[in-house]
């Protein structure tokens, strides 16, 4: 092992790592300006004899709100026919606003065709907002898909990249939904498994400096217990070592 603390080429080795750490720190800050992870599940229930959807959506994302877009709840009968919405008894509309948590949304979510309901995509950091619906049918399938729309800030184009995830079990015999929870897993957790790889990349940089101190302060206490110190000498690109003997 060479002593970082005498070899020439060691240093290198230390600022190429340093710039890594660099790297994945300014990686992580850029991509989490951009990115949203948006959990959703969707719960049967129902309204006095009308079956119900309660879509609940949580912002899973630490670096910001979901503020640009919409989401659109598609409501779809197992025949395929229209007229899969019904109206809620007590609130007189197909679709409500719920309150979780300290969210409250200034208006109810609108009709955007016969099975579908349009809301916008509002939803605070780690915050939580659901959404009821009455269905004709409570075998009724709720689609939902999230909207790119302009953004009014930038006055372009959004960018922001809205990752949606369902909550549900995981079916270990498929192969292909264990690797979608463990891709939605990781970018709903990506920035803290990220400085988690910063501290331990960190921590073995650490180490590494502290077992080359010591071995510079062991080769020390060698050269002085037997009376003879060794030095390293570079010369014309060639390192010798050197041993001299106290007299």
């Known amino acids: 092992m060479s002593n970082v603390f005498k070899d020439s080429s060691a240093p290198y080795i230390l600022v190429l790592l340093l710039s ?19 959990q959703y599940r969707i719960e049967s229930g129902s309204d006095g004899e009308v079956a119900t959807k309660t879509l609940y959506l949580m912002n899973r994302s630490i670096s910001g709100a979901v503020s640009i877009g919409s989401f659109t709840l ?3 009968l197992p025949d395929g026919q229209a007229g899969c919405l019904a109206k809620l008894p007590r609130a007189n509309v197909e679709a409500q606003f719920l309150k979780v948590g300290n969210v409250v949304l200034a208006s109810n979510p609108q009709l955007a065709g016969d099975n579908e309901i349009a809301f916008p995509a509002l939803i605070p950091p780690r915050g939580e907002v659901a959404y009821r619906i009455g ?13 790119v729309d302009y953004d009014p800030i930038k006055n372009t184009q959004s960018d922001l990249e809205v ?8 079916h ?20 803290s498994l990220l400085f988690c790889g910063i501290a331990i990349l960190s921590a073995l940089i650490g180490a590494w400096l502290l077992i ?26 060639t390192t010798h070592e050197v041993t001299v003997e106290e007299l």
């Open 212 to 237: 080359e101190l010591l071995n510079a302060f062991a080769s020390l206490w060698r050269g002085k217990t037997d009376g003879k110190a060794t030095f390293k000498v570079t010369t014309g690109g």
């Open 172 to 191: 270990w015999s498929s192969w292909n939904d264990v690797s979608e929870h463990i891709l939605a897993f990781v970018l709903g957790n990506y920035i």
């Open 20 to 38: 890594l750490v660099g790297w994945m720190f300014n990686s992580a800050i850029d991509n989490a300006s951009k990115l949203r992870i948006v």
């Open 163 to 170: 990752v949606l995830s369902e909550d549900r079990p995981v």
């Open 74 to 76: 598609a409501c779809v």
């Open 135 to 147: 269905v004709a049918d409570s075998n009724a399938t709720i689609r939902l898909r999230y909207n």
